[in-house]
Nanobody, 114 residues
Framework: QVQLVESGGGLVQPGGSLRLSCAASGSIFLINPMGWYRQAPGKERELVATKTLGGSANYADSVKGRFTISRDNAKNTVYLQMNSLKPEDTAVYYC????????WGQGTQVTVSS
């Protein structure tokens, strides 16, 4: 059983930055891939970014060049650095990990507004 706990969400102005963290209860060496999804009100959950154990990263087109995903296996943590935030980035962000079956965190709210 794996538990994923997100932190780092909040309110930020357009153009600002936030860093999300996701701590796994167990070793993330087994979790492949690991990453982030988001869900805005009235919309379906969508991929933001994932990263494999081998280091390959996959990003949604809407966040390429602005968001960066990283993994720290020693700390069992995955991060999402979000720069140049836009109002359309407003959503609940969910940590995701797969060990056979998918696992999800509880979500953290990110609001981009002036």
């Amino acid at each position: 059983q794996v538990q994923l706990v997100e932190s780092g969400g909040g309110l930020v102005q357009p153009g600002g930055s936030l860093r999300l963290s996701c701590a796994a209860s167990g070793s993330i060496f087994l979790i492949n891939p690991m990453g982030w999804y988001r869900q805005a009100p009235g919309k379906e959950r969508e991929l933001v970014a994932t990263k494999t154990l081998g280091g390959s990263a996959n990003y949604a087109d809407s966040v390429k060049g602005r968001f960066t995903i990283s993994r720290d296996n020693a700390k069992n943590t995955v991060y999402l650095q979000m720069n140049s935030l836009k109002p359309e980035d407003t959503a609940v962000y969910y940590c995701y990990g797969k060990i056979g079956a998918p696992y999800w965190g509880q979500g953290t709210q990110v609001t981009v507004s002036s």
